[in-house]
């Protein structure tokens, strides 16, 4: 059986992965804003952080009190995005509706409601946690706010390549939690995530292209058309999986296990990126490629988790793969 403080964090990053484009749901409009559904594999990688460090595993009020604090910071970063992109959202008919251009939510109500979530974030950091935790969680936001959403998203193609640093943040929060420092393993997890997010937010932009083409956005789809984005697509897949096999030697201890139980998960996203190539203008493809990368990522987290932990609770590896690829979405596994 898996030890009890195994738990806690494999409770935490088993979060079921989204669909490509959900059916509508109304939130409220406070919660709406801070785009909960982008929380969950934020703070997976977080968790995943953890597990790479000699901290792990972490005190349950300091992980408990660094995951509430980074999901903080995500909700703020969420909120001024939606400040700032308001404008644009009302352009779309896909957005049209969302709290700030519906007028559900005043815009000061809005950003009253940031900088209460930052200032708390930063406090609970600093407090529970330690000053390199908050200060990488603000840096997080900010580079999310500021760097992607003002500065490269309207501008260039590369945005999300470089606008990528924002996702990639949270794995150097949960590393910083748990010794207070960053070792190269928690650069390993940063490096992946990085790769990982173009693959992955192309194949969402070949879903909304016409979106992005109708306010002039220059996503790659938009700017350089399907067969290109679908052949980039398959670069960084490729450079994903590469990288995900320095996990091996990233990991304090169990990192062969983490090495075979993240070859189906290789396999399957170089199968999906493969069939994307050879019809980009399928949505199906499209959408199951974006499916089973957010399923990717939140896998990679937990395999690192459990590939720690397994050895020492005595837990046969093979159950551990089946486990969790029963958890893949259906559209994507």
């Not at 403080?5 to 494999?10: I, L, M, T």
């Not at 790769?195 to 979106?211: E, G, K, R, S, Y």
């Not at 957010?294 to 397994?310: D, N």
Request: hydrophobic content about 55%; some cysteine.
């Amino acid at each position: 059986m898996v030890s009890a403080s195994v738990v806690p964090a494999v409770a935490a990053i088993a979060a079921p992965a989204p669909a490509a484009i959900r059916p509508s749901v109304t939130l409220p409009a406070w919660l709406e804003v801070a785009k909960p559904r982008l929380i969950p594999l934020l703070l997976a990688t977080t968790v995943g952080g953890m597990a790479l460090t000699a901290g792990w595993p972490l005190d349950p009020l300091r992980m408990v009190s660094t995951l509430v604090g980074g999901a903080m910071a995500s909700a703020a970063a969420g909120v001024l995005n939606c400040l700032w992109e308001q404008e644009l959202d009302g352009r779309m008919q896909r957005t049209s509706r969302r709290a700030l251009p519906s007028g559900r939510l005043a815009q000061r109500q809005a950003f009253a409601l940031a900088m209460a979530l930052t200032v708390a974030s930063v406090l609970l950091l600093v407090l529970a946690v330690n000053a390199l935790a908050a200060s990488l969680a603000l840096l997080g936001l900010c580079s999310y706010v500021l760097l992607y959403t003002a500065l490269l998203k309207p501008r260039t193609t590369r945005n999300i390549v470089i606008g990528g640093l924002a996702g990639a943040i949270p794995p150097l929060v949960g590393a910083a939690a748990a010794t207070g420092h960053l070792g190269w393993s928690s650069w390993w997890l940063f490096a992946l995530v990085m790769v990982w997010t173009p693959a992955h937010f192309w194949a969402l932009a070949l879903l909304l292209h016409d979106d992005y083409r109708s306010v002039g956005i220059p996503m790659l789809p938009v700017v350089k058309g399907p067969v290109f984005t679908a052949k980039a697509i398959g670069r960084y897949s490729w450079l994903t999986a590469a990288t995900s096999l320095a996990g091996i030697f990233a990991l304090p201890g169990g990192g062969w296990l983490f090495g075979v139980l993240v070859l189906p998960f290789n396999a399957r996203l170089l199968q999906l990126s493969a069939a994307l190539a050879e019809d980009p203008e399928d949505p199906r493809r499209a959408r199951s490629l974006f499916r089973w990368s957010i399923f990717y990522l939140f896998g990679i987290c937990l395999l690192l988790v459990l590939a720690r932990s397994a050895p020492a609770a005595g837990v046969d590896p093979s159950a551990l793969l089946g486990a969790v690829l029963c958890m893949a979405p259906a559209g994507a596994a």
